[in-house]
C-alpha cells in the first residue's frame, strides 16, 4: 500500500491510496464518522435564563459545538463547562470555563446567545464520550472517496475535535481493535495487538510547605 498527501488545510487532509479494496475504503470512511470518540455536552444545568431563548434551545446549540478531544482521554471521563454572563453583549464559546485547562471548545467565535441588557445566564454543562453511531452531535468529521487516475482518492474533513490526521489514524485504531476482537472470537491469533488506550491520570496538587 502506497499513501501520497496531497494536500493539508486547517481542519481537512486530502491524500492519494494505491492498493487497497473500494471495500476497505468504505469502512474506514464509516469508521471515521461514526465510530471515533469525541467529546460533546452531553447534559447542562440552568441555574438563571433570562434570555430570549429556552433553555432546551441553548442545550441543542451547545451539544453541536465541537469540543477537543485528546486521545487518551478516559471512556468513562467527563469535563464541566461553566457560563455566567449578563447582558448587553454577546456570549461565545470562549466566555466558557472548563474543569480542564486543556479541553475547551475547539471554536472562539462560535455564538451561543445574545443577552440584552439586564439579561443573564448561568449554567454548568458536562462533555461526555461518544459515538457517531450514537447520535450526530458524536461524528468527528466527514469522509469522502473517489477513483481518479486508477488511484483511490480520500479526503477527510475534521469537525475540530482533533486534527484531520488525528481523526483518521484514530479510526484505523478502532478498525484494528474490532478486527483483533473479532479474530479472538474465532479462535484466530492477531498478528499484533492493537495500540492501548492509557486512563488520564488526575494531576497531584503540590504539597504545602510548613514554616
Known amino acids: 500500500m502506497e499513501l501520497t498527501l496531497e494536500k493539508k488545510h486547517e481542519n481537512r487532509i486530502e491524500f492519494v491510496i494505491d492498493g487497497v479494496s473500494i471495500a476497505f475504503a468504505n469502512a474506514l470512511r464509516r469508521y471515521t464518522m461514526n465510530r471515533v470518540p469525541v467529546l460533546a455536552m452531553d447534559s447542562v444545568t440552568f441555574y438563571d435564563n433570562t434570555t430570549s431563548m429556552w433553555d432546551e434551545y441553548i442545550a441543542n446549540r451547545l451539544g453541536l459545538m465541537p469540543v477537543r478531544t485528546p486521545d487518551d482521554f478516559p471512556e468513562s471521563g467527563e469535563v464541566v463547562f461553566s ?55 458524536y461524528q468527528s468529521g466527514l469522509v469522502s472517496y473517489g477513483i481518479a487516475d486508477g ?30 476482537t473479532l479474530l479472538e472470537v474465532l479462535g484466530e491469533k492477531p498478528a499484533r495487538k492493537p495500540k492501548e488506550k492509557k486512563a488520564k491520570e488526575p494531576k497531584k496538587k503540590a504539597a504545602k510547605k510548613k514554616e
Do not use: N, W
Open 83 to 137: 457560563l455566567d454572563e449578563t447582558g448587553p453583549k454577546v456570549v461565545y464559546a470562549k466566555d466558557f470555563k472548563s474543569s480542564d485547562k486543556e479541553i475547551k471548545i475547539a471554536q472562539d467565535d462560535i455564538v451561543v446567545v445574545t443577552l440584552g441588557p439586564g439579561q443573564h445566564i448561568r449554567l454548568e454543562a458536562k462533555a461526555r464520550l461518544g459515538r457517531g453511531v450514537q447520535h450526530a452531535k
Open 151 to 180: 488511484k483511490l482518492k480520500m479526503m477527510v474533513e475534521s469537525f475540530y475535535h482533533a486534527p484531520a490526521q488525528d481523526v483518521i489514524l484514530r479510526a484505523c485504531d478502532e478498525l484494528e481493535g474490532d478486527i483483533h
